[in-house]
């Protein structure tokens, strides 16, 4: 499914009344209709209870008067306020709130004192809220008597029900200013934004449902929109069944430039990860007195020992000597995991971007090697694919991660067309950017994978995949099985998942996957 923009659904907004004929007023009745048997799901019934409707002057706020219109036909008992000014109300939802008075049912203004303690004592005896303040309209922070009605919704004890998007959440980017809805469901119109799956909005927006309202199906399918959800229909897509003829070496010889001393686990891990997400060779280069501890560690993995020159850390000419040929014999390189930060391990990350040919996955430390001269990655010989996390690529990028949260997707999608590289960007919601403009986000994965190693299990995945996955789509099945695979971790560990869980579950993903399921 897409994921649209604000000036995007404008457009499909405008694109359905000049094309199709369909004025604004039907898709915002549509709108409300749909929300209101959202509501009847969200409580059952709506007969004999008490619903608080806060409508806005925008377009948002029609589709709450429309809403209230059908729930009322329900047998709900409505009490409805407009938080915006009346003078100011739209065209549209000017007829909607006309309509819902002429049914004999009072929308009370919020200009005073007065107004707020009717809305505050209609909250306490609510059975349910339905937030029509603010939706796409929304920039910047929010005027005091709206600020108020917000947080006098968040106070109340029962379940809350956004229209488009919760008040106060910046759809672009799922920025909030000063405060904003904190919903139990988000209905959805048209498509998603991103701001019901970025930063706090995500964790506003609650349980996200998605209705098309009867927008024509080829407009919110339009190749123009960049952005989509990585479901599992697309994510099964990319991964065709392995013919009865596969060998190892078909499969995807992988070659990991991993590990350091102190930080032997996150070699193994993505390492583990590359074999355990199918591919058919993984050999893992490390430092080498420390090859001894990873060939205890893998069984499955070859070991090449580097010749080092500090105890312990990857670096120096004779290692780059070992390295770059070794690369040859490989489809695929990953260099980063456990590497640490050591100048001349810095050093030989950025000679091997330079001189090997073969396509790199580049995570962690090797993200931090290029932190001065991002530059660099424009002369690997195939598009590089990054992993970096907020804060690593607010390091590459010299930006803070505040400046970064601000858009995200706008510049994760400028650096992938600056670098020619494709970014997996890590957060609560992984994105990944290719350099032709095109942005997926990721629908799966839980705040239990905040741990230790699952960056690790990530790289290995993606670089695992590079042979396994179609049409260049590595990162973007990759980051789906690994969030899969966290899910069923979770699902059994709960908070106490740590990386090896989710290394584990990769192969339970894969079939399940694979099988529809
Ligand atoms: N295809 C579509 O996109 C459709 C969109 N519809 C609705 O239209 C909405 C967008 O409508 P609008 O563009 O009218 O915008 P909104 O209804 O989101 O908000 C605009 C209103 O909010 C006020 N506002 C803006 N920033 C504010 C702030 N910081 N503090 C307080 N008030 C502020 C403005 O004065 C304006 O009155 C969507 O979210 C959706 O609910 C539906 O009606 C149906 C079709
Ligand atoms: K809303």
């Known amino acids: 499914m897409k994921v649209s923009l604000v000036k995007e659904m404008r457009a499909v907004d405008r694109r359905a009344g000049e094309e199709y004929g369909l004025p604004e007023v039907v898709l915002m009745e ?23 409707v806060l409508a806005g002057s925008g377009n948002n706020g029609g589709d709450a008067f429309a809403a209230a219109r059908y729930l009322a036909n329900e047998g709900a008992d409505l009490k409805v306020f407009l938080t915006g000014n009346p003078d100011h109300l739209k065209a549209s939802p000017s007829i909607m709130k006309q309509a819902l008075t002429a049914m004999g049912i009072a929308v009370h203004d919020l200009t005073g004192d007065r107004d707020m303690d009717r809305l505050r004592l209609a909250l306490r005896f609510a059975d349910g809220v339905l937030d029509g303040i603010l939706g796409t309209g929304f920039r910047g ?23 488009d998007i919760p008040s106060g959440v910046e759809a672009d980017t799922g920025e909030v200013g000063d405060a904003a809805v904190q919903a139990t469901r988000t209905l959805a119109l048209g498509l998603p934004k991103p ?9 506003c927006t609650g349980k996200l449902c998605v209705d098309s309202i009867g927008i024509p199906h080829e407009l919110l399918e339009d190749e123009a929109m960049q952005q989509a959800c990585i479901d599992g229909r697309m994510a099964a897509a990319l991964l065709p069944a392995r013919p009865r003829t596969a060998h190892k070496g078909t499969c995807g010889r992988i070659l990991v430039v991993a590990g350091s001393r102190g930080m032997t686990g996150a070699a193994a891990l993505c390492t583990s990860a590359c074999l355990r997400v199918g591919c058919g060779i993984a050999t893992l280069a490390v430092p080498d007195s420390q090859q001894p501890i990873l060939a205890a560690k893998l069984t499955e993995a070859m070991t090449v020992p ?22 040859e014999g490989y489809d695929t ?12 391990t810095g050093e030989l990350v950025r000679a091997l971007v330079r001189e090997t040919d073969r396509p790199l996955v580049l995570d962690a430390d090797a ?9 660099i ?37 400028d650096a992938a067309a600056e670098y020619h590289a494709v970014f997996v960007l890590k957060s609560e919601c992984t994105l990944v950017a290719f350099p032709d403009g095109r942005v997926f986000f990721t629908t799966k994965g839980n705040a239990g994978m905040a741990t230790a190693g699952a960056g690790d299990v990530l790289a290995g995945t993606i670089a695992g995949l590079m042979e396994q996955a179609a049409d260049g789509m590595a990162p973007v099945l990759g980051v789906y099985l690994h ?17 090896g869980d989710i290394l584990a579950k990769l192969p339970e993903a894969r079939r399940l996957l694979q099988a529809g399921e």
């Open 367 to 375: 993200i931090y090697a290029l932190r001065d001269n991002p530059e």
């Open 141 to 163: 922070t929010l005027r005091p008597v709206v600020r108020q009605a917000v947080e006098l919704v968040n106070a109340a004890h029962c379940p809350v029900l956004a229209i």
């Open 30 to 52: 549509n709108a409300g209709r749909q929300t209101a048997a959202e509501m009847i799901s969200l409580l059952g019934s709506v007969r004999g209870k008490t619903i608080c």
């Open 483 to 499: 969030g899969l695979a966290g899910d069923l971790a979770y699902g059994e560990r709960a908070e106490g998942l740590i990386a």
């Open 195 to 203: 701001g019901h799956l970025l930063g706090l909005g995500a964790t």
């Open 333 to 344: 390189v990953l260099i980063g995991p456990g590497l640490g930060r050591a100048k001349v």
């Open 377 to 413: 990655l424009r002369e690997a010989k195939h598009v590089p694919i990054l992993t970096p996390h907020l804060g690593e690529m607010a390091g590459l990028l010299g930006l803070s991660v505040e400046d970064l949260r601000e858009d995200i997707v706008g510049i994760a999608r």
């Open 306 to 327: 580097v010749p080092e020159e500090q105890a312990g850390v990857l670096g120096g000419d004779e290692a780059l000597k070992l390295l770059v040929p070794l690369t």
